[in-house]
């Protein structure tokens, strides 16, 4: 079992709350508040956000490396939050590996085993042995850190928190010193190997495309706040607010200024008609909003379109597959994400529209979503949506 | 072919470039290391001169006639292996107990969170400021009280306090480059604090171990004036006690003493090079490519 609740779990760093390590740097800067999430067993839960966000220090205090302030930790209904490292039955993988590097990898992978169990050396060697079977480095038990390569290291750093069948991994942003080929191989890797071990995980990364792929479920932070938790297609359709929307979804999502009219939305370069039923569900929503649309939700608009939005391209970039255009609208620039196939200039101007169904709003005071893509009072086509350029 | 001419001169000239570089660099670092190793040659060439020879005007560079007489007289003359090994225990002893302590408070100081570090850090500096000589009395006199006179003990307690400020320093400063992750692994393997410390910290900062012992063995090897004072009896003499005393009231055997300083220095540049070994090693290498 692995159930993880964090109940509103506060850190404050150099506010009298002591910590296990480091110097005190700071008044009391509020690293994580109030923040509560629950886990079920074997989920893959990732926290993600930007530096600084307390995705680290949430994990840390999870591990036990850092006292908390206030708040709960508990394990399957006991209450961790006081108790040491090694009594939490947890194991850590760390960004930087952390391997100990006088000690070969027979040594590295078996050192927690030997220390917290009472197994023979034979009995932690045939589990060592077992473990590097499964990740794939036999070869490598009787080197040294120092003469391996990175992606080797982290294997043998997995193998390290693999032997000893803890309750709880936690892995501290564990591909981000790899090569971008590599880390897409250890990330279906990883997934792969924690689907198979079913241990509860939490995953800390500030790569959205990681969370996406990777989690379970993500829990999304900003400012030592939990802004919103979720499956990765409920972030990216339903976020809770603009931090999450511009947050989740590669390239991010253009948000543009609008003022709500009751009937339209009115910027300066456009208005946009919006439908009876999107007016309905509008009908409480704050006069300030920002439209939210993802670059791959902008579409190019046919000839005679009613929904059109005119834009001059400012920059192409080829991708292949899809091509993002810089489109300049009201003086500010937006991406759009179009089929690579089709052939624009740079400097020609572009008939773009945003499908009603696809578009977000959000209150411009505080960011809290009122509108979503896949909110059901929004229509399903975009037909009755009109957009008419100034 | 002109072209190809013009490549084979221009490679001709880098290559007498880099050749002269590096002649020069040599003939810098020898000069370098003819400077600083000057008056161990000087000693060792005048211990192999007859007495006589040793103070004639001018001076000789290469001796006429070649003798070791002057380390049969040495070894002879005094109780020299004593001397020693003398030295060696207090040096030892010295450099074992500051290596310790000065892991112990490096470590804290680097690692562990409390209150006024800096000044604390700062102090420990401040005493090891103060003037060598006013500490002697004092000491002199507590350690006749405590039976520490002719006692290994009497020079080894002073010596480690007098260096443990550098040890200390040396090592914080070490333990501070070291990444908190590797401890915070040891820490989730289920070590304590100080097993983290001991079975993980110290096997990877041989450097700075190798380095602080180095320091603080020299210091207590060389040091006269401690050794002097508290050593009186000839059986608990140190090596450079013992090379002072060759000297008499009217005479100055230069070659005698000559031969005894040679002698001396060897144990230590042995030691030297065993630890410099270790330091080059660079243990903490594959912390991982952070």
Not at chain 1, 94 to 105: G, S
Not at chain 1, 175 to 186: G, I, P, V
């Amino acid at each position: 079992m692995g159930e993880l609740e964090l109940r509103n779990l506060t850190k404050v760093f150099g506010g009298g709350g002591g910590d296990e390590s480091g110097d005190d740097d700071g008044d009391g800067i509020v690293a994580v508040s109030d923040l509560s999430i629950e886990m079920a067993d074997g989920e893959f839960l990732v926290l993600v956000g930007p530096s600084g966000c307390g995705k680290s220090t949430t994990l840390r205090c999870i591990a036990g490396l850092e006292h908390t302030t206030d708040g709960r930790i508990s394990l399957d209904g006991r209450d961790i939050t006081d108790l040491k490292p090694k009594e939490r039955d947890m194991a850590m993988v760390f960004q930087n590996y952390a391997l100990y590097p006088h000690m070969t990898v027979r040594k590295n992978i078996g050192y927690g085993l030997s220390i917290t169990t009472d197994l023979s050396s034979s009995e932690v060697d045939d589990r060592v042995e077992e473990i590097a079977e499964l990740l794939e480095i036999p070869e490598l038990l009787d080197k040294k850190p120092k003469e391996l390569s990175g992606g080797q290291q982290q294997r043998v750093a997995l193998g390290r928190a693999i032997v000893r069948e803890p309750e709880v991994f936690l892995m501290d942003e564990p591909l981000s010193n790899l090569d971008a080929k590599l880390r897409t191989q250890m990330r279906t890797e990883i997934q792969q190997l924690q689907a198979d071990l079913g241990t509860s995980t939490v995953y800390v990364t500030h790569d959205q495309t990681e969370a996406m792929t990777m989690g379970d479920r993500i829990a999304i932070l900003d400012g030592g706040e939990l802004q919103q938790v979720g499956t990765p297609l409920e972030c990216y359709h339903e976020p809770a607010n603009a931090f999450v929307a511009g947050f989740i979804g590669s390239p991010s999502m253009n948000f543009l200024p609008v003022e709500f009219t009751g009937d339209e939305l009115r910027h300066k370069a456009f208005s946009y008609d919006l439908s009876a039923d999107l007016q309905e569900h509008l009908r409480n929503a704050p006069r300030e909003l920002t439209l939210g649309i993802r670059p791959e939700h902008i579409e190019i608009a046919e000839d005679g379109a009613r929904n059109v939005v005119h834009a001059p391209i400012e920059v192409i970039e080829p991708m292949g597959e899809l091509s993002y255009l810089h489109l300049t609208i009201g003086g500010t620039t937006y991406t759009a994400s179009i089929d690579g196939d089709r052939h624009h200039q740079v400097g020609e101007a572009v008939d773009v529209l945003f499908p009603e169904a696809k578009i977000h709003l959000f209150a411009r005071d505080g960011g809290e979503a009122v509108k979503n893509s896949r909110d059901a009072a929004a229509p399903a086509t975009d037909e009755s949506a009109t957009v008419a350029t100034d | 072919m002109s072209t190809e001419r013009r490549t084979h001169y221009g490679l001709g000239d880098i290559e007498i470039g880099e050749t002269g570089k590096k002649i020069g660099f040599y003939i810098a670092i020898s000069l370098l290391v003819l400077i600083s190793f000057f008056p161990i040659i000087w000693m060792f060439i005048t211990s192999l001169k007859p007495p006589t020879e040793a103070v004639r005007f001018p001076v000789t560079y290469i001796p006429e006639t070649i003798t070791l007489q002057n380390y049969r007289t040495a070894l002879e003359q005094r109780p020299f292996g004593r001397y020693l090994f003398n030295s060696f225990v207090v040096a030892s002893g010295t450099a074992i107990i500051d290596v310790f302590l000065g892991a112990l408070a490096g470590y804290a100081l680097s690692r562990l969170r409390f209150r006024f570090k800096l000044p604390v850090l700062l102090i420990i500096l401040f005493s090891a400021m103060l003037p060598f000589i006013s500490r002697l009395i004092p000491l002199f006199r507590l350690a006749r009280e405590l039976m520490l006179l002719n006692d290994y003990l009497g020079l080894i307690l002073p010596y480690a306090a007098f260096q443990l400020p550098f040890a200390v320093w040396i090592m914080q400063a070490y333990f501070k480059e070291l990444p908190d992750s590797i401890e915070e692994a040891g820490l989730m393997d289920g070590l304590t604090r100080l097993g983290v410390l001991f079975r993980i910290i110290l096997p990877i900062s041989a450097p700075a171990m190798a380095t602080a012992a180095i320091i603080v063995f020299i210091y207590a090897w060389n040091e006269f004036l401690f050794a002097l004072t508290f050593m009186t009896e000839e059986q608990m003499k140190t090596i450079t006690v013992g090379i002072a005393l060759y000297g008499g009231q009217y005479s100055f055997p230069w070659g005698t003493i000559s031969a005894a300083v040679v002698m001396s220095v060897i144990p230590l540049l042995l030691f030297m090079l065993i630890f410099q070994r270790k330091v080059v090693e660079g243990l903490t290498a594959g912390f991982g490519k952070a």
